[in-house]
């Protein structure tokens, strides 16, 4: 398995091809209310770096990036497979490695998570994330909540 980062020619295969795992796609929806894969490479392009991870094959199964908001902020995010699961101690370990990366450029990393993705708040908890239960916000189509997490 590789980490490396994100080649244009990776765009076309990321757009039609990926197959966001579905608690991944129901939240980008929910939060924005658009096409989930036109916010995948939105995300993509306003982002300073980006990264996939591949399985032996080259298949990718995880996207990552970071957005630079200033004042040393930075919104980070990630989407994934269904192959992610299969690979979930190697995602772990570079996640880890990214984390530490992000926070040698930035002073808080953070962004928004889905209540209803429990997948994922297991997974940012475990990188040490936390989560403001205080700020739970409402998603664009109102039926689904939101939660802040940061790490220093």
């Not at 966001?20 to 929806?29: I, P």
């Not at 990264?51 to 004042?71: A, K, M, Q, R």
């Not at 990188?127 to 039926?143: A, R, S, W, Y």
């Amino acid at each position: 398995m590789i980490r490396r980062e994100l080649l244009e020619s990776d765009l076309e295969y990321l757009m039609y091809d990926f197959r966001l795992r579905e608690d991944d796609y129901e939240e980008l929806g929910d939060m924005t209310g658009e096409n989930p894969y036109k916010c995948l490479v939105n995300s993509i392009e306003l982002s300073q770096d980006c990264s996939v991870l591949c399985d032996n094959e080259n298949n990718i199964f995880c996207v990552f990036g970071s957005v630079d908001l200033g004042n040393r902020c930075g919104r980070v995010w990630m989407l994934a497979n269904n192959a992610f699961d299969n690979h979930r101690l190697y995602a772990l370990k570079e996640a880890r490695k990214q984390v530490a990366e992000w926070l040698s450029k930035y002073t808080v990393i953070g962004n928004m998570c889905s209540l209803k993705n429990e997948k994922s708040i297991k997974f940012l908890e475990w990188l040490g994330f936390t989560f403001d239960t205080n700020n739970i916000v409402c998603g664009n189509n109102h039926n689904t909540n939101f939660i802040m997490f940061t790490k220093y």
